[in-house]
């Protein structure tokens, strides 16, 4: 059976963890340690993201992780590229193409944060402790982004390659095909940083009203 906790006693909790030497941090609550709420934290942040940006539009359809045509103007197909992406019309649909590679490529870095997340260390979980509202997913950032971009980047130079981008494929095989690896290089950071930043949102809303989880280690831990 699961402990549960009054309002007194999560807030006794959260102001003795605070205190609290790392050792004394593994302390169990119930059956469960505060590492592997910390865990349980950004798992539930990371499904929800992931569940919501692996949607259609689920890039495209939301401010915070849209992908936008990058400006290349200074590499050497930059001026056609600059030319081709002037009006509203192109860049819009060049946009919405980007968006859909998003959607396809997420899952190829699901597994990566996942593996991240299992990968917590106690000194990121009283980290988090004292951090604001996005520190676990901070924390994930740093640790995952540069292995989440590299798994992104093949999957983002063969789209960029493909039919869907025909018109940009002209204007870089003008210039001899030699922006195709920054072109990739800056869809796969943007990707990366969608979802890094879809992680924080899940995780900030799940510490505002943990209740809504109904899970009773997240409640006493962010309570």
């Keep these: 059976m699961e402990q549960s906790f009054g309002l007194s006693d999560r ?3 959260i102001a003795a963890l605070a205190l609290l030497p790392l050792a004394a941090c593994a302390t169990p609550m119930g059956r469960y340690t505060v590492e592997d709420a910390v865990r349980r934290l950004l798992q539930l942040s990371s499904e929800r993201a992931f569940a919501r940006l692996t949607e259609p539009g689920g890039f495209y359809d939301d401010q915070l992780t849209r992908i936008v045509p990058p400006d290349l103007s200074g590499g050497k197909g930059g001026a056609v590229l600059s030319a081709l992406l002037r009006t509203n019309a192109v860049r819009n649909q060049v946009a919405r193409s980007l968006n859909d590679v998003a959607v396809d490529l997420a899952d190829n870095a699901t597994p990566i944060v996942m593996d991240a997340v299992q990968r917590m260390t106690l ?8 951090g604001g509202p996005t520190a676990a997913t901070d924390l994930l950032a740093r640790e995952a982004r540069g292995s989440v971009v590299e798994a992104l980047l093949p999957g983002a130079s063969r789209a960029l390659r493909s039919d869907m981008f025909e018109m ?3 204007a870089l095989s003008a210039s001899g095909g030699r922006d195709y690896a920054a072109l990739a290089d800056n869809v796969s950071g943007q990707i ?8 924080g949102r899940e995780e900030a809303e799940i510490r505002r009203d943990p209740g ?5 280690i997240l409640m006493a831990l962010l309570r």
């Design 168 to 170: 940009l494929s002209a």
């Design 212 to 216: 809504a989880t109904r899970d009773p």
């Design 11 to 13: 807030r006794s909790l």
């Design 192 to 199: 990366g940083d969608a979802i890094f930043r879809a992680i």
């Design 123 to 130: 000194a990121d979980a009283v980290s988090v402790l004292r």
